[in-house]
């Protein structure tokens, strides 16, 4: 586990603890791999790009937002467990909206000049 997920699982596992929740480590860690997976994807990293670099540019990225992830994104990450992908959830006459997340908003995928 690299210290940017180390970090982003402390601070959820406060959250969590604040809100009297009792989540599993595997499924935060889960989370927030599924996070940084996604964020790699997005940033469509070269071929020239070590395994270092690229570990330093998601470091570099989720060390000013490690609180955001952990507070806003992975709560809402939990609560969509079973209801993945769906935008609306209408259950026993209970609907549930889910907002597009913006925490990716601000990534570019690198690229090079050929």
């Known amino acids: 586990m690299s210290q940017t ?3 982003i699982l402390e601070l959820s ?8 929740e009792d989540i599993n480590d595997d499924v935060l860690l889960l989370m927030v791999s599924s996070l940084i997976d996604y964020y790699k994807t997005l940033r469509c990293y070269p ?4 395994d270092e670099m690229i570990e330093a540019d998601v ?15 992975i709560p809402e990450m939990y609560g969509r467990i079973g209801a993945e992908g769906l935008s609306m959830l209408t259950d026993a006459g209970t609907s549930r909206f889910f907002a597009k ?3 990716f908003h601000d990534v570019t995928p690198i690229c090079e000049v050929i």
């Open 5 to 7: 997920e180390q970090k």
């Open 59 to 73: 470091s570099r990225y989720f060390e000013t937002r490690k609180t955001d992830v952990a507070m806003s994104l």
């Open 13 to 20: 596992k406060v959250y969590f603890d604040m809100h009297d």
């Open 47 to 50: 071929a020239n790009y070590t």
């Open 101 to 103: 997340s913006t925490l």
